[in-house]
């Protein structure tokens, strides 16, 4: 009765019961984990199995009472949850298992999902399109934070996950064409979803307006350089496939596919057979499409150019005209030459066409060095290589100077003969000539001068002159005149008559006569070493001087020759004087006829003197006075003789000493005139001595004497009136005559 009391107690009606609760959470999101746990209300039970259900399906059991987990809710996660738990009854072996009340859970959406939108909707190659991932996160969690990705074709595009819900492709191309989607994800809870699939076609535009063009420094195709042809469209998408053809044979001379509106065909260094016309063609798929024809002129710089010098002989001479060409073998024209002498321009020339061009030159001494020449058509200039010009001068006339230790040459003197061309190209060969007659010659291997020595002798007097000869040219200098002065020899004195006696009153003529020597000569005589007189040679030769024999004169006698280069003298030659007249009476009668004529000689020597004083007072003196008929007396005459320190005694030559020139009516006398010497008393001039020295200049008075009868009675008079005249001193007389 008990046992069944306690079994209706504890007996439940249905099987469920409040003694199992399921604890659940209240909310949860995609994402979420989902903790079930089943508790009893008393534990003096104990269980045997628990067992979990959703919409009526177990999903986990265990022999304890233990929680049942889901890791991450999902949307399908969502439906009614309960638990079950066997019992162990050990009064009730064979009590039913106990289930607790269901519970409904519902797992909402953490964001939709994604729709994948592309822009613009129709893509076309070669333009940008932006992919959109659009979804949203429940405004309970908003907190979350989302990441995107997009795929192609179950490839991922870009960098791969991005906070970014866009995706901007720069250029779609018909290669990017396919199956497009993408793909959102929270980080925590970690839930992903994923877009629809799109198809994405991308379309291509075909190629139009093909064109071609050059590309070259400055505008052109210079050989050696690079050369660039573009070929280029103006719409098209897709790799498009350039090509480039020769019009001339059609075949392609460069070919290039890329994903761009142009395509450049680059020569790297262009050459003369590259020149021509080209075109080039465009094709992306649709067909190719071709471009104008476009002509390419190859420019070629003008090459190293050759001079070369033409002249009309084989070695250049000064006067020629010299060809100078410049010629370039290859060089687009026009060409411009330059030309240069030492890097100095000269001028230059043009060649419109081509080829080469020339500068014509006339040549002067200076020419001679180095040419060269340089081409330029724009390009770039060239230099030629240096050409040597080697021109020779012909001589110019020589100089002919003459060289000697003194100013006047003098028999036995070495002078130097010195020849000089100015101008004239080396070796240069002078000779040298006296009165056209060869004299020697000299080289001057380096050009300049040359010399030639001679050693004087009296013969060498007259014209010089020198020739210059350098193989181009002779050429004779003008006369140069030496003057070579002899100094006189010995002089030989002679008497005439020649005898060794002579009788008093004998006129004796001395001569002195010198050989060799240059004139004019001043001869001295001397008797005993004392001067009678003198008188010049002008034109060389000898000399006389005419004596009136007196006892006094006999002894020794010597004469003096002298030119102004050294005095030389004579030997000396005796005369003895023998008788004092040939008969008394000749004695007698020539005593009386002197003495006659000395009274008349004082007379009129008296006279004259007056009349010259009184002309010197009136100024009327005239220069010829007291000339006689005759030679003037020469220039020579005044000079010194050579033992004397002043030319005191060269003005007292006489002209005529006591001779009748032929009129025995007339006589000529000189009278001396001197002053005494300082503390000496007066000489006759007779005892005048060698090297005597005269301090006032001598007086020369001629007069005309007639001979008288000594039984006359005007003598007389004439001789008083001689009393009253005086011998007055005229130098200026003197030095006139």
């Known amino acids: 009765?008990?046992?069944?009391?306690?079994?209706?107690?504890?007996?439940?009606?249905?099987?469920?019961?409040?003694?199992?609760?399921?604890?659940?959470?209240?909310?949860?999101?995609?994402?979420?984990?989902?903790?079930?746990?089943?508790?009893?209300?008393?534990?003096?039970?104990?269980?045997?199995?628990?067992?979990?259900?959703?919409?009526?399906?177990?999903?986990?059991?265990?022999?304890?009472?233990?929680?049942?987990?889901?890791?991450?809710?999902?949307?399908?996660?969502?439906?009614?949850?309960?638990?079950?738990?066997?019992?162990?009854?050990?009064?009730?072996?064979?009590?039913?298992?106990?289930?607790?009340?269901?519970?409904?859970i519902e797992v909402q959406e953490l964001f939709p999902r994604p729709v994948l939108t592309v822009s613009p909707f129709r893509a076309i190659e070669g333009n940008p399109v932006t992919l959109t991932c659009e979804t949203k996160l429940s405004p309970q969690r908003?907190?979350?934070?989302?990441?995107?990705?997009?795929?192609?074709?179950?490839?991922?595009?870009?960098?791969?996950?991005?906070?970014?819900?866009?995706?901007?492709?720069?250029?779609?191309?018909?290669?990017?064409?396919?199956?497009?989607?993408?793909?959102?994800?929270?980080?925590?809870?970690?839930?992903?979803?994923?877009?629809?699939?799109?198809?994405i076609h991308v379309r291509r535009v075909p190629v139009s307006n093909v064109s071609l063009e050059m590309r070259a420094p400055r505008g052109q195709v210079i050989e050696g350089r690079n050369l660039v042809l573009l070929c280029s469209v103006t719409e098209g998408t897709g790799n498009i496939t350039f090509s480039w053809h020769r019009e001339a044979t059609g075949t392609s001379v460069g070919k290039k596919t890329q994903r761009s509106l142009s395509g450049e065909l680059e020569v790297p260094a262009v050459q003369e057979r590259d020149a021509g016309r080209y075109y080039c063609r465009a094709d992306n798929g649709h067909g190719p499409i071709q471009s104008k024809v476009l002509s390419i002129l190859v420019r070629i710089p003008a090459s190293r150019p050759i001079l070369s010098i033409t002249a009309p002989r084989a070695q250049a001479v000064e006067g020629d005209v010299v060809e100078l060409r410049c010629e370039a073998q290859r060089g687009s024209p026009p060409l411009l030459y330059r030309f240069y002498h030492e890097d100095v321009p000269l001028g230059n020339s043009s060649a419109p066409s081509g080829g080469g061009a020339s500068f014509n030159l006339s040549l002067t001494a200076e020419h001679s060095g180095n040419y060269s020449c340089e081409a330029d058509n724009g390009l770039?200039?060239?230099?030629?290589?240096?050409?040597?010009?080697?021109?020779?001068?012909?001589?110019?006339?020589?100089?002919?100077?003459?060289?000697?230790?003194?100013?006047?040459?003098?028999?036995?003197?070495?002078?130097?003969?010195?020849?000089?061309?100015?101008?004239?190209?080396?070796?240069?060969?002078?000779?040298?000539?006296?009165?056209?007659?060869?004299l020697g010659s000299s080289s001057a291997p380096s050009g300049g001068e040359a010399s030639l020595n001679l050693s004087l002798t009296a013969e060498h007097s007259g014209n010089y002159s020198c020739e210059a000869n350098n193989s181009l040219r002779v050429q004779r200098s003008k006369m140069v005149s030496l003057s070579i002065t002899v100094p006189v020899s010995h002089p030989v004195l002679t008497l005439n008559p020649d005898v060794a006696q002579a009788m008093v009153g004998d006129v004796l003529e001395l001569r002195c006569e010198a050989?060799?020597?240059?004139?004019?000569?001043?001869?001295?005589?001397?008797?005993?070493?004392?001067?009678?007189?003198?008188?010049?040679?002008?034109?060389?030769?000898?000399?006389?001087?005419?004596?009136?024999?007196?006892?006094?004169?006999?002894?020794?006698?010597?004469?003096?020759?002298?030119?102004?280069?050294?005095?030389?003298?004579?030997?000396?030659?005796?005369l003895n004087i023998t008788g004092l007249c040939k008969n008394k009476v000749t004695h007698i009668t020539v005593g009386v006829i002197g003495c006659l004529l000395s009274m008349l000689g004082l007379a009129a020597t008296a006279a004259l003197v007056g009349r010259f004083r009184t002309q010197r007072k009136s100024g009327a003196i005239p220069r010829n006075i007291g000339s006689v008929p005759g030679p003037d007396p020469p220039a020579q005459a005044l000079h010194s003789p050579p033992s004397l320190s002043r030319p005191a005694l060269m003005e007292l030559q006489p002209l005529y000493s006591n001779v009748s020139p032929g009129d025995d009516d007339l006589v000529y006398s000189q009278i001396w005139i001197r002053q005494h010497r300082e503390g000496s008393p007066a000489h006759s001039p007779r005892t005048?001595?060698?090297?005597?020295?005269?301090?006032?200049?001598p007086a020369i008075v001629y007069s005309e004497v007639k001979r008288a009868d000594p039984y006359d009675p005007a003598r007389q008079d004439r001789e008083e009136a001689a009393e009253g005249y005086e011998n007055v001193p005229c130098t200026s007389l003197a030095l006139d005559h």
């Open 1 to 104: 009765m008990l046992l069944w009391s306690l079994l209706v107690i504890f007996a439940p009606v249905d099987g469920k019961s409040d003694w199992l609760t399921l604890v659940a959470p209240s909310a949860v999101f995609e994402g979420d984990r989902i903790d079930l746990t089943c508790q009893k209300k008393n534990d003096w039970w104990k269980v045997k199995r628990v067992s979990y259900y959703k919409d009526g399906e177990e999903l986990q059991f265990s022999s304890e009472l233990s929680n049942c987990s889901i890791q991450r809710a999902v949307l399908s996660d969502s439906g009614t949850y309960h638990c079950a738990v066997s019992p162990v009854w050990p009064i009730f072996p064979f009590q039913k298992e106990k289930t607790s009340r269901s519970v409904r």
């Open 142 to 199: 908003s907190d979350a934070q989302l990441r995107f990705c997009f795929f192609r074709d179950g490839r991922a595009l870009g960098s791969g996950w991005s906070s970014s819900p866009e995706l901007r492709v720069p250029a779609m191309w018909s290669g990017d064409s396919g199956s497009y989607w993408c793909e959102a994800e929270t980080v925590t809870p970690s839930v992903r979803k994923q877009s629809l699939q799109s198809q």
């Open 380 to 438: 770039g200039a060239q230099r030629s290589e240096v050409v040597p010009l080697s021109l020779s001068v012909p001589v110019s006339r020589p100089v002919l100077t003459i060289r000697g230790p003194r100013s006047q040459a003098v028999e036995g003197d070495v002078v130097e003969l010195r020849c000089e061309a100015q101008r004239g190209s080396p070796p240069i060969l002078y000779r040298f000539y006296h009165e056209d007659v060869p």
């Open 515 to 574: 050989q060799r020597g240059s004139p004019p000569i001043l001869y001295w005589f001397y008797h005993e070493d004392v001067i009678l007189g003198n008188t010049s040679a002008p034109f060389g030769g000898g000399a006389s001087f005419n004596l009136s024999l007196t006892t006094e004169h006999s002894g020794n006698y010597s004469c003096g020759a002298d030119n102004g280069l050294g005095a030389q003298s004579s030997e000396t030659v005796s």
């Open 688 to 697: 005048h001595q060698k090297g005597e020295v005269f301090h006032q200049e």
